[in-house]
Protein backbone atom coordinates (compact mmCIF):
# COMPACT_ATOMS: atom_id res chain seq x y z
CA UNK A 1 0.00 0.00 0.00
CA UNK A 2 1.67 3.63 -1.34
CA UNK A 3 -0.68 6.07 -0.57
CA UNK A 4 -3.30 6.89 1.78
CA UNK A 5 -5.85 6.05 -0.98
CA UNK A 6 -4.58 2.34 -0.90
CA UNK A 7 -4.35 2.27 2.23
CA UNK A 8 -8.47 3.54 2.56
CA UNK A 9 -8.78 0.56 0.27
CA UNK A 10 -6.53 -1.86 2.11
CA UNK A 11 -8.86 -1.13 5.17
CA UNK A 12 -12.01 -2.31 4.07
CA UNK A 13 -9.81 -5.51 2.79
CA UNK A 14 -8.54 -6.06 6.25
CA UNK A 15 -11.88 -5.47 8.43
CA UNK A 16 -13.73 -7.96 5.83
CA UNK A 17 -11.07 -10.12 6.71
CA UNK A 18 -11.71 -9.65 10.56
CA UNK A 19 -15.25 -9.69 10.09
CA UNK A 20 -15.25 -13.19 8.87
CA UNK A 21 -11.98 -15.08 9.22
CA UNK A 22 -12.69 -18.55 11.67
CA UNK A 23 -9.00 -18.59 11.96
CA UNK A 24 -6.50 -15.99 13.60
CA UNK A 25 -5.66 -13.55 11.41
CA UNK A 26 -1.72 -12.38 10.55
CA UNK A 27 -1.02 -9.44 7.90
CA UNK A 28 2.33 -8.27 6.31
CA UNK A 29 1.45 -4.77 4.73
CA UNK A 30 4.53 -3.46 2.59
CA UNK A 31 3.21 0.12 2.40
CA UNK A 32 4.56 3.72 2.95
CA UNK A 33 4.24 6.06 6.32
CA UNK A 34 1.32 7.30 5.51
CA UNK A 35 -0.26 4.02 4.76
CA UNK A 36 0.57 2.63 7.88
CA UNK A 37 -0.45 5.95 9.80
CA UNK A 38 -3.61 5.50 8.61
CA UNK A 39 -3.84 1.25 9.09
CA UNK A 40 -2.85 2.13 12.70
CA UNK A 41 -5.59 4.28 13.34
CA UNK A 42 -8.67 1.74 12.36
CA UNK A 43 -7.14 -1.49 14.02
CA UNK A 44 -6.23 -0.08 17.04
CA UNK A 45 -9.73 0.23 17.50
CA UNK A 46 -10.21 -3.64 17.45
CA UNK A 47 -9.34 -4.03 21.35
CA UNK A 48 -11.41 -7.66 21.48
CA UNK A 49 -10.98 -9.18 18.31
CA UNK A 50 -13.15 -12.54 18.09
CA UNK A 51 -9.78 -14.50 17.45
CA UNK A 52 -5.83 -13.35 17.40
CA UNK A 53 -4.83 -10.69 15.10
CA UNK A 54 -0.87 -9.66 13.87
CA UNK A 55 -0.16 -7.23 11.82
CA UNK A 56 3.62 -6.51 10.46
CA UNK A 57 4.25 -3.34 8.42
CA UNK A 58 7.31 -3.62 6.03
CA UNK A 59 8.21 0.39 4.98
CA UNK A 60 11.33 -0.26 2.44
CA UNK A 61 12.11 3.47 1.05
CA UNK A 62 11.66 4.15 -2.44
CA UNK A 63 15.27 4.21 -3.08
CA UNK A 64 15.51 0.45 -1.66
CA UNK A 65 12.58 -0.39 -4.01
CA UNK A 66 14.38 1.03 -6.63
CA UNK A 67 17.22 -0.17 -5.70
CA UNK A 68 16.09 -3.64 -6.22
CA UNK A 69 14.97 -2.95 -10.04
CA UNK A 70 18.49 -1.81 -10.75
CA UNK A 71 20.03 -4.75 -9.41
CA UNK A 72 17.68 -6.97 -10.95
CA UNK A 73 18.37 -4.82 -13.90
CA UNK A 74 15.68 -6.12 -16.89
CA UNK A 75 12.41 -5.08 -15.58
CA UNK A 76 10.23 -2.00 -16.13
CA UNK A 77 6.52 -1.28 -15.79
CA UNK A 78 4.17 0.60 -18.03
CA UNK A 79 1.06 0.20 -15.26
CA UNK A 80 -0.16 2.58 -13.32
CA UNK A 81 0.78 0.89 -9.98
CA UNK A 82 4.54 2.13 -10.94
CA UNK A 83 7.32 0.67 -8.97
CA UNK A 84 5.54 -0.15 -5.65
CA UNK A 85 3.46 -2.32 -8.44
CA UNK A 86 6.74 -4.17 -9.24
CA UNK A 87 7.17 -5.30 -5.62
CA UNK A 88 4.56 -7.90 -6.19
CA UNK A 89 7.53 -9.62 -7.93
CA UNK A 90 9.59 -9.57 -4.84
CA UNK A 91 7.44 -10.26 -1.74
CA UNK A 92 8.75 -13.28 -0.94
CA UNK A 93 12.14 -11.67 -0.30
CA UNK A 94 10.25 -9.26 2.03
CA UNK A 95 8.37 -10.79 4.04
CA UNK A 96 9.85 -13.79 6.02
CA UNK A 97 7.04 -16.74 6.22
CA UNK A 98 7.01 -19.52 4.32
CA UNK A 99 3.61 -18.52 2.18
CA UNK A 100 0.94 -16.33 2.05
CA UNK A 101 -1.71 -14.37 0.25
CA UNK A 102 -1.76 -11.54 -1.73
CA UNK A 103 -4.98 -9.69 -2.34
CA UNK A 104 -4.85 -6.06 -4.19
CA UNK A 105 -6.45 -3.41 -1.77
CA UNK A 106 -9.36 -3.04 -4.16
CA UNK A 107 -11.26 -6.22 -3.23
CA UNK A 108 -13.09 -7.16 0.20
CA UNK A 109 -14.23 -10.80 1.48
CA UNK A 110 -17.68 -12.07 1.45
CA UNK A 111 -17.39 -15.20 2.98
CA UNK A 112 -14.49 -16.73 5.33
CA UNK A 113 -11.06 -16.37 4.88
CA UNK A 114 -9.79 -19.62 5.98
CA UNK A 115 -11.53 -21.21 3.12
CA UNK A 116 -8.70 -19.35 0.45
CA UNK A 117 -5.94 -20.67 3.15
CA UNK A 118 -7.31 -23.98 3.19
CA UNK A 119 -5.93 -24.23 -0.58
CA UNK A 120 -2.54 -24.34 0.20
CA UNK A 121 -3.07 -27.81 1.53
CA UNK A 122 -4.39 -29.08 -1.19
CA UNK A 123 -1.14 -28.29 -3.49
CA UNK A 124 1.42 -30.92 -5.21
CA UNK A 125 4.65 -29.90 -3.67
CA UNK A 126 6.01 -28.62 -6.95
CA UNK A 127 3.41 -25.32 -6.62
CA UNK A 128 4.74 -22.30 -5.60
CA UNK A 129 2.04 -19.65 -7.33
CA UNK A 130 -1.79 -20.03 -7.55
CA UNK A 131 -3.50 -17.64 -9.10
CA UNK A 132 -7.03 -17.27 -11.37
CA UNK A 133 -6.41 -18.65 -14.81
CA UNK A 134 -8.45 -16.97 -17.90
CA UNK A 135 -7.52 -18.89 -21.19
CA UNK A 136 -10.66 -18.00 -22.58
CA UNK A 137 -8.98 -14.30 -22.49
CA UNK A 138 -7.37 -12.82 -26.19
CA UNK A 139 -5.08 -9.87 -26.21
CA UNK A 140 -2.61 -10.37 -28.17
CA UNK A 141 -1.61 -5.64 -27.42
CA UNK A 142 -1.18 -7.17 -23.67
CA UNK A 143 0.57 -10.63 -24.56
CA UNK A 144 -2.15 -12.14 -23.66
CA UNK A 145 -1.09 -11.34 -20.03
CA UNK A 146 -5.12 -11.08 -19.30
CA UNK A 147 -5.00 -14.71 -18.79
CA UNK A 148 -3.79 -14.42 -15.66
CA UNK A 149 -4.55 -12.13 -12.69
CA UNK A 150 -1.95 -11.10 -10.17
CA UNK A 151 -4.62 -9.44 -7.97
CA UNK A 152 -5.19 -12.42 -6.19
CA UNK A 153 -2.13 -14.97 -5.47
CA UNK A 154 -1.58 -17.75 -3.05
CA UNK A 155 2.16 -17.53 -2.56
CA UNK A 156 4.51 -20.06 -1.15
CA UNK A 157 7.36 -17.55 -0.29
CA UNK A 158 9.72 -20.59 0.88
CA UNK A 159 9.88 -22.27 -2.35
CA UNK A 160 10.19 -19.01 -4.26
CA UNK A 161 12.84 -18.05 -2.06
CA UNK A 162 14.86 -21.45 -2.92
CA UNK A 163 13.94 -21.07 -6.52
CA UNK A 164 15.41 -17.76 -6.34
CA UNK A 165 12.55 -16.17 -8.61
CA UNK A 166 14.25 -12.83 -9.05
CA UNK A 167 17.80 -12.00 -10.43
CA UNK A 168 20.26 -9.67 -9.00
CA UNK A 169 23.27 -8.09 -10.09
CA UNK A 170 24.54 -10.00 -6.45
CA UNK A 171 23.70 -13.11 -7.55
CA UNK A 172 25.31 -12.92 -10.73
CA UNK A 173 28.86 -12.01 -8.85
CA UNK A 174 28.67 -14.89 -6.53
CA UNK A 175 31.10 -17.50 -8.49
CA UNK A 176 30.97 -19.99 -5.76
CA UNK A 177 28.39 -22.29 -8.21
CA UNK A 178 26.64 -23.58 -4.90
CA UNK A 179 23.51 -21.48 -5.94
CA UNK A 180 20.70 -21.89 -8.43
CA UNK A 181 20.42 -19.55 -10.94
CA UNK A 182 17.14 -16.92 -10.94
CA UNK A 183 14.54 -18.51 -12.30
CA UNK A 184 12.61 -15.56 -14.15
CA UNK A 185 15.57 -14.37 -16.50
CA UNK A 186 14.92 -17.67 -18.89
CA UNK A 187 11.02 -17.24 -18.45
CA UNK A 188 11.30 -13.45 -19.36
CA UNK A 189 13.53 -14.57 -22.53
CA UNK A 190 10.92 -17.03 -23.85
CA UNK A 191 7.90 -15.20 -23.72
CA UNK A 192 9.74 -11.33 -24.31
CA UNK A 193 13.21 -12.03 -25.99
CA UNK A 194 16.32 -10.32 -25.00
CA UNK A 195 15.62 -7.18 -22.26
CA UNK A 196 15.85 -3.94 -24.39
CA UNK A 197 15.95 -5.59 -28.08
CA UNK A 198 19.75 -6.59 -27.62
CA UNK A 199 20.28 -7.56 -24.44
CA UNK A 200 21.76 -5.08 -22.50
CA UNK A 201 18.68 -3.06 -21.67
CA UNK A 202 14.83 -3.04 -19.85
CA UNK A 203 12.00 -5.29 -21.43
CA UNK A 204 9.80 -1.93 -23.26
CA UNK A 205 7.23 -4.61 -24.60
CA UNK A 206 5.98 -6.26 -21.11
CA UNK A 207 2.71 -4.78 -20.82
CA UNK A 208 -0.41 -4.83 -17.35
CA UNK A 209 2.95 -4.34 -14.69
CA UNK A 210 3.96 -7.08 -12.82
CA UNK A 211 0.95 -8.97 -14.07
CA UNK A 212 3.05 -9.16 -17.43
CA UNK A 213 5.66 -10.64 -15.58
CA UNK A 214 4.17 -13.35 -13.92
CA UNK A 215 2.60 -14.41 -16.86
CA UNK A 216 5.84 -15.00 -18.38
CA UNK A 217 6.28 -17.10 -15.62
CA UNK A 218 4.14 -19.28 -15.05
CA UNK A 219 3.80 -19.60 -18.78
CA UNK A 220 7.57 -20.95 -18.50
CA UNK A 221 7.38 -22.83 -15.44
CA UNK A 222 3.84 -24.60 -15.60
CA UNK A 223 4.60 -26.86 -13.42
CA UNK A 224 4.75 -24.40 -10.37
CA UNK A 225 1.50 -23.10 -11.35
CA UNK A 226 -1.89 -23.66 -10.72
CA UNK A 227 -5.33 -22.04 -11.34
CA UNK A 228 -7.70 -20.56 -8.69
CA UNK A 229 -10.96 -21.07 -8.71
CA UNK A 230 -12.99 -18.25 -9.29
CA UNK A 231 -15.18 -17.89 -6.42
CA UNK A 232 -12.09 -16.10 -4.93
CA UNK A 233 -11.67 -13.37 -8.02
CA UNK A 234 -15.28 -12.14 -8.64
CA UNK A 235 -13.80 -9.53 -10.84
CA UNK A 236 -15.58 -6.45 -12.32
CA UNK A 237 -12.47 -6.13 -15.26
CA UNK A 238 -13.30 -7.58 -18.42
CA UNK A 239 -15.71 -10.63 -16.86
CA UNK A 240 -18.49 -8.28 -15.46
CA UNK A 241 -18.51 -10.52 -11.95
CA UNK A 242 -19.42 -13.71 -14.12
CA UNK A 243 -22.99 -12.24 -14.52
CA UNK A 244 -23.43 -12.67 -10.72
CA UNK A 245 -24.88 -10.54 -8.32
CA UNK A 246 -26.92 -10.46 -5.38
CA UNK A 247 -30.72 -11.20 -5.12
CA UNK A 248 -32.57 -14.62 -6.45
CA UNK A 249 -31.61 -16.28 -2.61
CA UNK A 250 -33.45 -19.29 -3.46
CA UNK A 251 -31.67 -20.18 -6.67
CA UNK A 252 -30.19 -23.84 -6.96
CA UNK A 253 -27.22 -24.32 -8.30
CA UNK A 254 -27.50 -25.55 -11.88
CA UNK A 255 -30.06 -22.64 -12.83
CA UNK A 256 -27.47 -20.41 -11.09
CA UNK A 257 -24.52 -22.01 -13.14
CA UNK A 258 -26.74 -22.00 -16.43
CA UNK A 259 -26.66 -17.84 -15.96
CA UNK A 260 -23.07 -17.12 -15.58
CA UNK A 261 -20.58 -16.21 -18.20
CA UNK A 262 -16.98 -16.45 -19.16
CA UNK A 263 -16.56 -20.14 -17.89
CA UNK A 264 -16.13 -22.02 -21.40
CA UNK A 265 -13.00 -23.41 -22.15
CA UNK A 266 -11.86 -22.17 -18.25
CA UNK A 267 -10.55 -24.34 -15.32
CA UNK A 268 -14.11 -23.56 -14.04
CA UNK A 269 -16.30 -25.09 -16.60
CA UNK A 270 -19.15 -26.99 -15.89
CA UNK A 271 -18.88 -25.69 -11.99
CA UNK A 272 -20.27 -22.95 -10.63
CA UNK A 273 -18.86 -20.14 -9.31
CA UNK A 274 -19.78 -19.50 -5.33
CA UNK A 275 -18.46 -16.11 -4.55
CA UNK A 276 -16.10 -15.45 -1.73
CA UNK A 277 -13.95 -12.10 -2.67
CA UNK A 278 -15.35 -9.64 -4.83
CA UNK A 279 -12.45 -7.72 -7.09
CA UNK A 280 -13.88 -3.94 -8.00
CA UNK A 281 -10.60 -3.17 -10.59
CA UNK A 282 -11.04 -1.20 -13.71
CA UNK A 283 -13.40 0.97 -12.62
CA UNK A 284 -11.84 4.41 -13.43
CA UNK A 285 -11.58 7.55 -13.18
CA UNK A 286 -11.19 8.13 -9.29
CA UNK A 287 -8.32 7.02 -7.11
CA UNK A 288 -9.90 5.08 -4.36
CA UNK A 289 -12.69 2.72 -5.67
CA UNK A 290 -15.33 2.85 -3.14
CA UNK A 291 -15.65 6.45 -4.35
CA UNK A 292 -16.11 5.28 -8.35
CA UNK A 293 -19.37 7.78 -9.80
CA UNK A 294 -21.07 4.62 -10.96
CA UNK A 295 -22.11 3.56 -7.19
CA UNK A 296 -24.38 6.36 -7.31
CA UNK A 297 -26.17 5.21 -10.50
CA UNK A 298 -28.91 3.12 -9.74
CA UNK A 299 -29.27 1.90 -13.53
CA UNK A 300 -25.65 0.59 -13.57
CA UNK A 301 -25.22 -3.19 -13.53
CA UNK A 302 -22.10 -3.67 -11.05
CA UNK A 303 -24.06 -1.20 -8.99
CA UNK A 304 -27.24 -2.84 -9.07
CA UNK A 305 -25.29 -6.24 -8.72
CA UNK A 306 -22.86 -5.58 -5.28
CA UNK A 307 -23.56 -1.77 -4.52
CA UNK A 308 -25.31 -3.49 -1.51
CA UNK A 309 -22.48 -5.40 -0.23
CA UNK A 310 -19.95 -2.46 -0.71
CA UNK A 311 -22.15 -0.02 1.53
CA UNK A 312 -22.59 -2.97 4.36
CA UNK A 313 -19.06 -3.75 4.49
CA UNK A 314 -17.50 -0.07 3.88
CA UNK A 315 -20.20 0.97 6.78
CA UNK A 316 -19.60 -1.46 8.89
CA UNK A 317 -17.60 0.00 12.04
CA UNK A 318 -14.48 -1.08 13.23
CA UNK A 319 -15.90 -1.23 17.01
CA UNK A 320 -17.98 -3.80 15.96
CA UNK A 321 -15.44 -6.26 16.22
CA UNK A 322 -14.60 -6.37 19.25
CA UNK A 323 -16.60 -9.31 19.97
CA UNK A 324 -14.16 -12.11 21.37
CA UNK A 325 -11.24 -12.30 23.73
CA UNK A 326 -8.56 -12.51 21.18
CA UNK A 327 -5.25 -9.72 21.04
CA UNK A 328 -4.07 -7.34 18.42
CA UNK A 329 -0.61 -7.03 17.92
CA UNK A 330 1.12 -4.02 15.42
CA UNK A 331 4.97 -4.17 15.05
CA UNK A 332 6.95 -2.39 12.48
CA UNK A 333 9.81 -4.48 10.79
CA UNK A 334 12.75 -4.07 8.75
CA UNK A 335 12.74 -4.28 4.87
CA UNK A 336 15.48 -6.08 3.82
CA UNK A 337 15.74 -7.46 0.15
CA UNK A 338 16.90 -11.68 0.08
CA UNK A 339 20.41 -10.43 -2.93
CA UNK A 340 21.06 -7.96 0.24
CA UNK A 341 20.93 -10.64 2.68
CA UNK A 342 22.77 -12.92 0.65
CA UNK A 343 25.61 -10.24 0.07
CA UNK A 344 25.70 -10.09 3.65
CA UNK A 345 26.37 -13.64 4.47
CA UNK A 346 28.51 -14.26 1.91
CA UNK A 347 30.10 -11.29 2.53
CA UNK A 348 30.31 -9.87 -1.09
Same mark, same amino acid.
Given at each position: ??????????????? /???? @???????????????????????????????????????????????????????? *???????????? *???????????????????????????????????????????????????????????????????????????????? /?????????? #???????????????? !????????????????????????????? &??????? @?????? /??????????????????????????????????????????????????????? &????? /????????????????????? *???? #???? *??????????????????????? !?
Amino acid at each position: MWSKSSAIEGALLIK /SILM @YNSSPSEFHVVCDEEAENYLRARLTLVVRPRHDVSVTFYKPTWQNMLGRIEREGTI *KTDHSAGLPGLM *KLFLHEIIPVEKGIYIDTDAFFISDPTLLWDVFATLKPSISVVMSNHPDQNAPEWNHASRICSCVMLLHLERLRNQRLMD /STIYRADTSH #LFPPALAPEAFRAMYG !LPGGDGYGRYDNVRLGDQGYWWAIVSHRP &DIFEPLS @YDFEVT /SCLLNTYNIGLGDDDINESVELSRQTFLDGTPQEGTVILPKLLHFNCLHGTDVYM &DWEGW /SNPDDILTQRWGGALKYHRGY *KWIW #LNSG *KGTLRLETASAVFADEQFAKGMN !L
